[in-house]
């Protein structure tokens, strides 16, 4: 029987994941011959309707097609081995997906190679915004979906491409694996197979010139997470007008006042999605570069939490962690997550800050030593190797060779 590899996605625009996952396929593209992208976007049971945009920006030898019927789609798969990276969510727009990728015995492979703090799968429930529909329906139908995984009905993941080293001990040493290990055949782990990649934080660590040679200013740069993000609103409700003012303005007068006791000038990286906060940033520098690309240049950087705190830990950049009571609990709880793995100096710009230069450069200096232990567990976790070169070799010795 003829293999096959390709993506399985459900989308209506393919741009935002080219750029996101550019290295891997780019990578992918030099090691097999035609690569297949699956588009299972109209397949969904909601929210389907639409034109598929920018299926030309992939490489030459990738196939783009999108699939309208459950009969067409199982047509497709008949009588071809077919090896799929999976990108779909777990909620029932995608049920009927998932038993038909179990019917056509596709091979599924997942990448979970952020080096981050991951979103909890279930409901986080908020007895102040108990209307959080939208979100209970994004994550209240996880564990029917394990339970259909378990019955067999919906697919397991056969390879797991993982850096989180915390979350790879606890699903191998979870009830479901010891279970197996004493009755192999009975296949009841989600995680059939899981391999250790490193982040793609740490590909671009080791892709990017040395430290050495960036300029290393001497400014302090703030890396914006919305106070009204996505994650916050769909878990607590709308954030209201003035807690936004309140706290942008308390954080603008908590940059100045740093800026003046550090003689440092301040960068601000606006999150992509701030929308009407430049007005709270006059008096300090607003830059149009991506976030990621201010880093290596800034020397401390002021922030709640970020999927980017694992590039900070690996430039040794000093770290400053804020605190609002405008912040709610979502992002509380995930900025808490990050100082307690990195202790990380942590300071409340709701108060005034009288601090000496040389107490918080010495706060800031005794945080970096800690960083190596996060690093060796959510970040560095499979040598030097570029996880997108670990990803193509495991994937080509399991199934093309």
């Known amino acids: 029987m003829q293999k096959y590899f390709g993506f399985i996605v459900a989308l209506d625009d393919y741009s935002q994941f080219y750029r996101t996952n550019k290295e891997l396929i780019e990578s992918i593209s030099k090691k097999f011959e035609k690569i297949y992208v699956i588009n299972v976007y109209h397949l969904k049971l909601r929210d389907k309707s639409g034109v598929i945009k920018n299926d030309d920006i992939f490489p030459k030898n990738f196939q783009c097609i999108n699939f309208f019927s459950s009969k067409d789609f199982l047509k497709f798969f008949k009588n071809k081995f077919f090896v799929a990276i999976q ?43 108990i209307f959080a529909f939208k979100h209970y329906y994004t994550k209240g139908f996880y564990k029917l979906f394990r339970i259909l995984t378990i019955l067999n009905i919906f697919p397991k993941i056969d390879i797991l491409f ?10 191998n040493n979870g009830y479901l694996k010891k279970i197996e290990r004493k009755f192999p055949f009975l296949k009841l782990s989600y995680f059939q197979k899981i391999e250790k990649v490193n982040s793609l934080f740490y590909d671009q660590y080791l892709t990017s010139k040395t430290i050495e040679n960036h300029e290393n200013k001497k400014n302090i740069l703030l ?46 990286g606006l999150h992509p999605s ?13 830059s149009k570069k991506r976030t990621i690309d201010l880093i290596p240049d800034s020397e401390i950087i002021v922030v709640t939490h970020s999927s980017l705190i694992s590039m900070l830990a690996l430039y040794k950049k000093k770290i400053i962690s804020i605190r609002s009571k405008y912040m709610g609990k979502f992002h509380t709880e995930l900025s808490n997550n990050y100082s307690n793995s990195l202790n990380l100096f942590t300071l409340n710009i709701d108060k005034e800050l009288n601090f000496e230069k040389e107490f918080i450069l010495n706060k800031l200096e005794l945080a970096i030593k800690e960083y190596d232990t996060h690093i060796r567990n959510y970040v560095k976790v499979d040598g030097e190797n570029l996880s997108h070169d670990t990803i193509i070799k495991k994937i080509k010795n399991t199934y093309f060779f």
């Open 274 to 286: 701030s929308k009407n906060v430049d007005k709270f940033f006059t008096k300090l520098n607003l």
């Open 162 to 171: 993982e850096t989180n080293t915390e979350l790879i001990n606890s699903i």
């Open 87 to 129: 990108y779909l969510d777990k909620n029932p727009d995608f049920f009927r997906i998932f038993f038909l990728i179990k019917l056509a015995k596709i091979k599924n492979i997942m990448i979970m190679n952020l080096g981050n703090f991951g979103l909890s799968r279930t409901v986080d429930f908020n007895s102040k915004y």
């Open 223 to 268: 890396v914006d997470v919305p106070i009204d993000h996505l994650d916050r609103t769909a878990r607590e409700g709308p954030v209201e007008e003035s807690i936004k003012e309140s706290y942008y303005r308390d954080l603008s007068h908590f940059l100045t006042r740093l800026s003046e006791i550090l003689n440092m000038d301040v960068i601000v």
